[in-house]
């Protein structure tokens, strides 16, 4: 769950639109106002009209005036007993209006004259939290000296700090802080103000949170919601890495993070490799990696990671696994780079010492995943033919043994008939495959010629391309694929 937005001027353009469905109105003084007819202003307050007079959708003048930022006129309305507390239809008081242009003296002069600087939108959104979404410091100062409400939530439990925390409201946050701004609350989802910073990528913010007494380790706990408990264990440099907030991730490191912890099932290094190269999605231009913040690249932070103490060749504890999946258990960062084809990467975590060799705990090996073994949708998960071509080509020059077969039966050739690569298949062959290794049932009761004829999890469309490549691979040794599919009738 995170925070509802709205632009800075969010708020006045609403009413804006507001106004376009209130019709006219007999509030020649508000209308006045709302057009910056100042000479009107000055004439209708001589002549001693109702000041309050309110448009039909409860729009006074000093509503307008505060709108417009006009100090002066707000000054003349207030002294002529305009009432500081007056909420429009839709629950909006001047005061509200004010903290979101910032204006301070505005602000200032709205509060002295009584406006309540607890006085909150429909929603329970308070003026302080207003003032502190859009930074305005003396506006927040002002709200505070005159008794707002530091750790008021709002109907979802927002509240101000994760409001300037989330936008990177850095003096803010300072100010709610030292106005005692509990940095510990938590939503439902588990966020909390150092998450809500975190996941935006605001350093200043987090180390300032930190300092108030974080803790950079600290996990989140999502609640039990609707019957479903959400997981747990995301830590502040989990999710500064899945949003690509390397830079962040470095300080979180220097702060003491722990770069080995898996709580959430991966370390941060583990979940680097798909950062960095999403699934591709069904869309022609595949899912982007976050666009994340600061100048420090994913491999930058790959090294920096390793210097701080992370094992490269740390295996993952737990993980999915079952019918052609590709299991997680024992995997390690290397093997994850391969398994979406990350060359650079992999040649990256082998520099920092990973084991290019190690297999998960069914001995699927790394080259058995970069060649496609574990793929559920070809065509929309990481890894191209040519980088798929590359990653196997680097993962054989690195030891890789093109006739290893796993505990599932499986081999870098049923890899390729999962990822319909039909140049692997042929490349896997040209560099060593034996026949008579890879053309066996694996324990689903597939070959690599059935995976290709759609035999498989996921997606059951044969692929031509990569059957054409099975045919002519076995025709050349020796092998007559079969002509009919299993279970057809003579």
């Known amino acids: 769950m995170g925070l509802k937005r709205f632009g800075a001027s969010g708020l006045a353009l609403w009413l804006l639109a507001a106004r ?45 005036a505060v709108y417009h930022d006009d100090l002066e006129t707000a000054k003349r309305l207030v002294n002529a007993k305009a009432n500081v507390k007056a909420a429009n239809r839709y629950g909006v008081t001047p005061l509200s209006l004010a903290c979101t242009n910032g204006e301070v003296a505005l602000v200032e002069l709205l509060l002295d004259a009584g406006a309540d600087p607890n006085t909150t939108l429909r929603g329970n959104e ?114 500064a890495v899945e949003n690509g907030h390397f830079e962040l991730a470095a300080v979180l490191l220097e702060a003491g993070a722990d770069p080995n912890d898996q709580r959430t099932g991966f370390t941060a290094l583990h979940t680097l490799t798909w950062v960095r190269k999403p699934s591709r999605g069904d869309g022609d ?13 994913s491999l930058q932070f790959a090294k920096t990671l390793v210097a701080k103490g992370a094992d490269v060749n740390l295996r993952l504890k737990k993980g999915a696994s079952g019918r052609g999946i590709l299991s997680k258990v024992g995997a390690t960062p290397f093997l994850l780079a391969a398994e979406t084809a990350d060359v650079p990467l992999m040649r990256t975590l082998v520099e920092l010492g990973a084991d290019p060799l190690q297999a998960n705990a069914e001995h699927c090996t790394p080259l058995m995943a970069a060649a496609g073994v574990g793929t559920l949708a070809p065509g929309e998960e990481a890894g191209t033919e040519p980088e798929v071509l590359e990653a196997v080509a680097l993962a054989l020059e690195l030891g890789g043994d093109v006739n290893a077969v796993d505990d599932n039966g499986e081999t870098a050739m049923h890899g390729a008939a999962y990822k319909s690569l039909p140049k692997v298949v042929q490349f896997l062959a040209d560099k060593g ?21 759609g035999y498989r999890p996921g997606n059951f469309k044969p692929s031509a391309e990569t059957i054409a490549a099975l045919h002519r691979v076995m025709l050349a040794n020796g092998v007559s694929p079969p002509t009919k599919l299993p279970g057809s009738s003579d």
């Open 126 to 239: 308070t003026a302080l939290m207003t003032a502190a979404r859009t930074g305005k410091l003396g506006a927040v100062r002002a709200l505070l000296a005159r008794g707002a409400n530091v750790n008021a939530k709002e109907r979802r439990g927002q509240t101000a700090l994760m409001w300037a925390a989330a936008e990177g409201h850095a003096a803010v946050v300072d100010a709610l802080l030292e106005a005692g701004a509990d940095f510990r609350t938590a939503l439902p989802s588990g966020f909390t103000p150092l998450f809500f910073a975190v996941r935006e990528g605001r350093t200043d913010v987090v180390q300032r949170i930190l300092k108030a007494g974080a803790d950079v380790n600290e996990a989140m706990q999502p609640r039990k919601i609707s019957g479903k408990a959400p997981s747990k264990g995301t830590s502040p440099l989990i999710l």
């Open 285 to 297: 231009d595949g899912d982007p990696a976050p666009t994340g913040s600061g100048n420090m690249t």
């Open 20 to 64: 376009g469905f209130a019709g006219g109105s007999n509030a020649p003084l508000a209308d006045a106002m709302e057009q910056v007819d100042r000479a009107s202003v000055r004439s209708l307050l001589d002549q001693r009209v109702d000041v309050n007079q309110a448009q039909v959708d409860g729009m006074t003048a000093l509503h307008w």
């Open 433 to 453: 495959a034996k026949i008579d290794v890879w053309n066996q049932k694996n324990q689903y009761g597939w070959t690599p010629l059935l995976i290709a004829e």
